[in-house]
């Protein structure tokens, strides 16, 4: 987790519970209260246990620098809440889920599901994405958006170290990027995906306005229950099953000890013919189709349409 995720988690959760405190004052009561709260609002177990954790070792550090008597938080005395927690889910897409939404979905939101299925990209760096970031056979991953900042700070590195690199991507997807852009008559710094005023789009807001209306059958039913970015993400690794290290290294995501002995800062040709099986079978045969729609929109459109803020 790097420092700006990090501050961006503390200040979203921690510091608007406490309030303004002075830090000799602090007792387990305000602290505990925090991780219930959070609880009850159903945050992910992994959010609550990098709160304790930090926390605890914040405290730790001031005890050391002899700013406060003892830490209030050690040991086991700040306990992790269980009722509320949201359960970690675990949930991909069959093939046939994948295939039914790469099969509905046309122009923008072809484009997207696409990167999030084959490329692996986490939404906050998927919306993120400027047009020289896309490059011969790759995508770079340099920046990414966070969801508990405004403004300036709403913008920012990915979210660790090891997210900050190249993703290989298919020679057809490649192609349906660049029609898309072209569609959109994008400069080189712009963002690929963006609002009316040419800020990035909103993950949350495209999830629940845009793409679950949009994946709806004839009857508008939904083509899948739970269409979730973390759900894609999942597939993507999942369907890389042939061959492991080609998921860790297109997912970016390791514990460091992982990442020390797999990652790679090239992309290999086996990473490559990996990347292209993947989107082989995730999304057939669809290219064609998609860059006619496309190239037909900017015919059609005085200006980009269909963005959310």
Same mark, same amino acid.
């Given at each position: ?60 550090? !001031? +005890? ?18 269980? %009722? ?33 299925? +084959? ?7 998927? @919306? ?59 400069? %080189?710094?712009? @963002? ?21 209306? !949009? ?15 973390? !759900? ?7 369907? @890389? ?23 790679? %800062? ?18 057939? !045969? ?24």
């Amino acid at each position: 987790m790097t420092a700006a995720t990090l501050k961006s988690l503390f200040k979203q959760n921690v510091l608007t519970r406490i309030g303004p405190m002075n830090l000799k004052t602090i007792t387990l009561d305000p602290l505990q209260r925090v991780l219930n709260e959070m609880a009850q609002e159903h945050s992910s177990r992994s959010q609550l246990q990098k709160i304790r954790t930090h926390l605890k070792a914040m405290l730790e550090y !001031a +005890v050391d620098e002899k700013m406060i008597p003892s830490n209030p938080a050690r040991g086991k005395k700040l306990t992790m809440p269980t %009722k509320g927690v949201k359960k970690q889910s675990e949930r991909y897409y069959s093939l046939e889920e994948v295939h039914k939404l790469i099969a509905k979905a046309t122009g923008r939101e072809h484009v997207i599901l696409r990167l999030f299925f +084959v490329a692996g990209l986490r939404p906050g760096e998927l @919306f993120a994405l400027r047009v020289n970031d896309i490059r011969p056979g790759e995508i770079l991953v340099d920046e990414a958006l966070k969801q508990a900042e405004k403004g300036k700070e709403r913008l920012g590195d990915p979210k660790t170290p090891g997210s900050e690199n190249a993703v290989p991507i298919p020679q057809s997807l490649e192609q349906e990027v660049r029609m898309w852009i072209e569609s959109q008559c994008l400069r %080189k710094d712009d @963002f690929i995906f963006r609002s009316k005023v040419g800020t990035p789009m909103d993950p949350k807001n495209y999830l629940q306005r845009v793409l679950r209306n !949009a994946m709806v059958d004839d009857a508008k039913k939904p083509l899948v229950e739970d269409l979730d970015y973390r !759900a894609m993400r999942r597939t993507c690794a999942t369907y @890389f099953r042939a061959n492991l290290k080609a998921a860790q290294r297109q997912l970016r995501h390791s514990t460091p000890m992982t990442t020390a002995k797999i990652y790679q %800062k090239t992309i290999t040709e086996e990473q490559r013919a990996a990347v292209e099986a993947l989107d082989a079978e995730l999304c057939p !045969a669809t290219i064609s189709k998609t860059c006619e729609l496309v190239v037909s929109q900017r015919k059609e459109d005085e200006a980009p349409s269909g963005l959310v803020n």
